[in-house]
């Protein structure tokens, strides 16, 4: 039998490798690179309007992923527009604009959006990681991850393992929600 | 001779009004309410895409109006997103994200955008307020008013008279240049 293709629109090499990974089996995932514009809005917001715009574009069914970093202090901003944050202010940054605020924690949030072609309303699969804002430790490889240490760990997300990591992410609960629907679809 | 017509699109029935008297003798302003979608970047590259879907949906020569307020030790950020920030935090927050930062210093920025038409080009005017970030002080009637207090005044948008406020603020600034702009087009 041969898998049904969908489209990963993402310009991130590493992202599809681990996607083609995670979906092994059960869709045959191929990349396009598209130049998608964001709006400003909800994390949700976001996703749904770039995830129709992929749709349209590509002409069939895709999956774009999205990811925000949310402060409770603020009500779940910078959230969607944590990017523009984590590129003027380094993670030292972002955890000096709470510096006024008592509380410090915050969430982690992935958002994967499908759609199954122009027209069509995409549906999201959320992972949503709980923890706290600190102060950055761990090697400064990867956006804001020195920063947010998840509940129930002593580490940074920079300070885990990949293992650990993938295992625990908001992004590993995403992609699985992800591949239970795409499951029951075949 | 009659004048030529252009629309404002914005929702702002005060800021119609108060356009209308600025561009009064100059052009005949009219008012459509379209709802705009506004993308994430720079207040500049906002006020673009904006006023280019504008007269898509319109359908000729259109203007549309934007606010912003950046913060130095953010490098200009929140910028475009200020809205998002002002609705959650309230002005006494905006302060408080400024807390660990030395740097209190920041800007009112104010983008008329002037598109002929579809597939035209906008031309944008900006009006650019330095200052710096207070406690919020004056009447919390408009939006981050309390919190700005320009260069060269010990009072707060808020705090001055409507009249003092118009002809010194970012808005006048932006457009001044509109208007020279289009007495040249007579």
Known sequence: MSLR??????????????????LHGIVDLH????DLEEIQGSTQEVAIAK???AAAIIGGPV???????????MNGLPGAYIKWFLKELKPAGLYKMLHGFEDKSGFAVCTVAYCAGPNHEPILFEGIHHGTIVEPRGP???????????????ETYAEMSDELKNKCSH??????K??????EQQ
């Open 5 to 22: 293709k969908l489209t990963f629109v993402t310009g991130n090499v590493n992202k599809l490798r681990e996607m083609q990974e995670l």
């Open 63 to 73: 999956i774009t992923e999205d990811v925000g970093l949310g402060f409770n202090a």
């Open 140 to 154: 400064p490889v990867f956006g804001w991850n020195p920063v947010f240490q998840p509940d129930g760990h002593n």
């Open 51 to 53: 995830c129709r715009q």
């Open 178 to 183: 992800l591949k239970a629907f795409l499951s």
């Open 171 to 176: 992004r590993f609960l995403a992609v699985e």
């Open 31 to 34: 990349n396009t690179p598209v």
